[in-house]
């Protein structure tokens, strides 16, 4: 089975976190944490702050490794290394390749429709220092 290695931000405003819906493909309509596939020769930190520009014209400061999630889905293997990250001071995010986005508190983060692989980061979002944080 093909291995797609992606890098997923788990943006934080407080104590809230930032969840996209996606806008095209397979699996359109479902909630997800901003992100993409990883190119030749790129760090995953590097990965994720050029994925963030080109999803949401965002410039993003990577704030600290949350964890990798390894997921079948029918006819490929994830590898998702996820990222803390904060909105670089200014920026501004706009949507250009999700249909919605929504900032979730950690009271909330089970009321969108996660993507198979996310409900991973979900649960590792809930079993960090994240709720001491806030």
């Given at each position: 089975?093909?291995t797609i290695?992606?890098v997923a931000?788990?943006?934080?405003?407080?104590?809230?976190?930032?969840?996209?819906?996606?806008?095209?493909?397979?699996?359109?309509?479902?909630?997800?944490?901003?992100?993409?596939?990883?190119?030749e020769?790129?760090?995953?930190?590097?990965?994720?702050?050029?994925?963030?520009?080109?999803?949401l014209?965002?410039?993003?400061?990577?704030?600290?490794?949350?964890?990798?999630?390894?997921?079948?889905?029918?006819?490929?293997?994830?590898?998702?290394?996820?990222?803390?990250?904060?909105l670089?001071?200014?920026?501004?995010?706009k949507?250009?390749?999700?249909?919605?986005?929504?900032?979730?508190?950690?009271?909330?983060?089970?009321?969108?429709?996660?993507?198979?692989?996310?409900?991973?980061?979900?649960?590792?979002?809930?079993?960090?220092?994240?709720?001491?944080q806030?």
């Amino acid at each position: 089975m093909k291995t797609i290695k992606v890098v997923a931000a788990i943006i934080k405003d407080g104590d809230r976190i930032f969840a996209t819906q996606r806008g095209y493909g397979d699996f359109k309509d479902g909630w997800e944490f901003p992100g993409g596939k990883v190119e030749e020769g790129e760090s995953p930190e590097d990965a994720i702050v050029r994925e963030i520009r080109e999803e949401l014209a965002a410039d993003i400061e990577v704030k600290g490794y949350l964890t990798t999630v390894e997921y079948d889905y029918p006819n490929f293997h994830l590898s998702m290394d996820c990222f803390w990250a904060v909105l670089a001071e200014g920026a501004e995010m706009k949507l250009l390749e999700h249909e919605a986005a929504k900032w979730l508190s950690i009271n909330d983060i089970d009321t969108v429709d996660w993507l198979p692989a996310d409900v991973q980061v979900v649960v590792a979002i809930k079993n960090s220092c994240f709720l001491q944080q806030s």
